[in-house]
């Protein structure tokens, strides 16, 4: 198995653009896909094959990829957008992991 | 959308086993794998294995190997999680999640799993 780096947390301010990364060495083979967990809620799913955005989630949520690090970029933050996020990707094998997840605290 | 129903909160003793199910509430699994997710109170996510439903076959997390059994019932419209030899670090949020086109796409509501002497 591998494993999917991501920072505890990370803090904005309303309006500012929060980057949340996430490392890992398979990261160049496979996809990567982020999800935001509200408390008390099941997690949705953000952002799909590492750029692509789902329908009725905002244009504010990004993916991008650079080697072995992807980023979640929310432009704009705002105050519902508090959470957890995770990201994931999968091995060859067809096994998923989770980052550990960022706590993202809007001030 | 499917939506994935879960069963109800479980409290077992350390040794028991538990099953939870995970039903689609208007259609079958058919087409796409479910998962099995769980989250410890405060922690992250920590995925456990996916079925095939149509053909029924399994992948486990090497951590759970030998301790979990991923079943679906004849009508594929319901999906079991059976969890062996429970400990008190088994206690958790035990999630069903269907992998879609654009990942994790339908997730039921959860289950607790307490383990409790």
């Known amino acids: 198995s591998f494993e999917l780096t991501q920072p505890p947390s990370v803090s904005v301010s309303p309006g500012q653009t929060a980057r949340i990364t996430c490392s890992g060495d398979a990261l160049t083979l496979q996809f990567v896909y982020w999800y935001q967990q509200k408390a008390g809620q099941a997690p949705v799913v953000v952002i799909y094959?590492?750029?692509e955005r789902p329908s009725g989630i905002p244009e504010r949520f990004s993916g991008s990829s650079s080697g072995t690090t992807v980023t979640l970029t929310i432009s704009g933050v705002q105050a519902e957008d508090e959470a957890d996020y995770y990201c994931?990707?999968?091995?060859?094998?067809?096994?998923?992991?989770f980052g550990g997840g960022t706590k993202l605290t809007v001030l | 959308q499917v939506q994935l129903v879960q069963s109800g909160a479980e409290v077992k003793k350390p040794g028991a086993s538990v099953k939870v199910s995970c039903k689609a509430s208007?259609?079958?699994?058919?087409?796409?794998?479910i998962n099995w997710v769980r989250q410890a109170t405060g922690q992250g996510l920590e995925w456990m294995g996916w079925m095939n439903p149509n053909s029924g076959a399994t992948g486990y997390a090497e951590k759970f190997q030998g301790r979990i059994t991923m079943t679906r019932n004849s009508a594929i419209t319901t999906a079991d999680m059976y969890l062996s030899s429970l400990r008190s670090d088994d206690t958790a949020v035990y999630y069903c999640?269907?992998?879609?086109?654009?990942?994790?796409?339908?997730w039921g509501q959860g289950t607790l799993v307490t383990v409790s002497s």
């Open positions: 094959k590492d750029t």
């Open positions: 208007a259609d079958t699994f058919t087409n796409y794998h």
């Open positions: 994931q990707s999968s091995d060859s094998s067809g096994s998923w992991v």
């Open positions: 999640a269907r992998a879609g086109n654009s990942g994790f796409d339908s």
